[in-house]
């Protein structure tokens, strides 16, 4: 099983800043057929469902800011918020769906 | 819109039986692989099981497999996961989500099993 592995649990950044959350899988989630890496990060808040973000490890989904950018590539990724929001407050899951035996990283608590 | 609405949550007894549902709208239900995504309280997100679009593919995360089942019936645009030998550690939200990347998840259902 892939096992995913987000640092750092917590973060604290004040307004208007960068945000940078990591995310390691325990094996490749690159796909060479297609060159594809099957990475997906969800923005989660109090008494709601996760909400996609971001998919192909860099592809915002619709109606997601463009301060939310994904990169990396293989086994180690990273999500940014470039300008930290207020309505940004929220967990922060990684996830791998190269394997169906999907995974998710434990979180990241993100506060202003 | 796509709409997931799950149901059949409540409190069980450890070792008791329960079977949740998540009636699906505003996609062509037959042709999603569809998910249950479960939320202990206070905790992260755990991926439970996962069945195809014509149900000849079913995995399960191995905290639940050989307790847990998941089915679905097209003509009736559900999903189901029949949950059996109940634990204390299966106390959780439990969520409908479509196919991987989800981008559509439900409301979910909450799980309690407790004496």
């Known amino acids: 099983d892939i096992v995913m592995t987000q640092s750092p649990d917590s973060l604290a950044v004040s307004l208007g800043e960068r945000a940078t959350i990591n995310c390691k899988s325990s094996q490749s989630v690159l796909y060479s057929s297609n060159n594809k890496n099957y990475l997906a990060w969800y923005q989660q808040k109090p008494g709601q469902p996760p909400k996609l973000l971001i998919y192909w490890a860099s592809t915002r989904e619709s109606g997601v800011p463009d301060r939310f950018s994904g990169s990396g590539s293989g086994t180690d990724f990273t999500l940014t918020i470039s300008s930290l929001q207020a309505e940004d407050v929220a967990v922060y899951y990684c996830?791998?769906?190269?394997?169906?035996?999907?995974?998710f990283g434990q979180g990241t608590q993100l506060e202003i | 819109e796509v709409q997931l609405v799950e149901s059949g949550g409540g409190l069980v007894q450890p070792g008791g039986s329960l079977r949740l549902s998540c009636a699906a709208s505003g996609l062509t239900f037959s042709r999603h692989s569809m998910n249950w995504v479960r939320q202990a309280p206070g905790k992260g997100l755990e991926w439970v099981s996962y069945?195809?679009?014509?149900?000849?593919?079913?995995y399960y995360a191995d905290s639940v497999r050989g307790r847990f089942t998941i089915s679905r019936d097209n003509a009736k645009n559900s999903l189901y996961l029949q949950m059996n030998s109940l634990r204390v550690e299966d106390t959780a939200m439990y969520y409908c989500?479509?196919?991987?990347?989800?981008?559509?998840w439900g409301q979910g259902t909450l799980v309690t099993v407790s004496s």
């Open positions: 996830q791998q769906y190269y394997s169906t035996l999907y995974s």
């Open positions: 069945i195809n679009s014509s149900s000849s593919a079913i």
């Open positions: 989500a479509g196919a991987a990347p989800f981008d559509y």
